[in-house]
């Protein structure tokens, strides 16, 4: 007999993502999220899987968009678009996956694996790379302060999933950071890193829209 370890573990849990697609783009030169790959948006690419591997979903938009399709509207900082996101998830969410429109190769597999981490006592989950560069900690000056060891760090992506209670009170006093685990760790949280994946790229130049657009096309 075989036993669905998965359903097992997941009973009683509520799973929601926000999809976090209101940043202006900065870096890029326009909102990248609205940009085409094949026949869909980058944005629509991260809510697909989210919607087969969460029992709901949040889209957080700019304005524009959000009255135009439905959705929230996003804040000036990603954390302010994390908390609208937030105050849209039902209350009776268990767990709650944040996700960034701008990684939208992020696989079931990964959703499920932060998530089984979360079931699985973790207070939040983050999938993580070995880094392969030297990383440097310098100061606002250029001047390099340390060396970290390079075999203890990640390069950390998301889907990132949490314990829902944890995620809301991280957020209670409208922290920001670049991503929600370093709120999570400040409040201390136990944040458990799963494997990465190097298809999940965070597109942030059009090289990175022109690699995505390869890798659909079966050349990468
Ligand atoms: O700017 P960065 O690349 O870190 O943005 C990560 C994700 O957060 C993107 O998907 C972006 O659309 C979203 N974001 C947002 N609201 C902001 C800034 C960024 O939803 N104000």
Redesign the pocket.
Known sequence: MSVNTLATQRVGEKIWTII????????FGS?K?FEMINERRVVDWAVETARVASDGVIV?LPQAQAQREGGVV?????S???RSGLAAVPTDATIICVH????PFASEFLFHEVVDAVCNGADGAVPGLPVVDTIKFISIENIVISTPDRSRLVAVQTPQAFRAKILRAAHASNPES?DDSSLVEAQGGRIVVVNGDPLNR?L?TPEDMNWARAVTRGEV
Not at 74 to 78: E, F, K, Q, V
């Open positions: 976090v697609a209101a940043g202006s783009g900065a870096r909102p999220q957080v996003g804040g000036a900082t990603r302010a678009s994390v960034d429109a701008a990684r670049t965070k942030t």
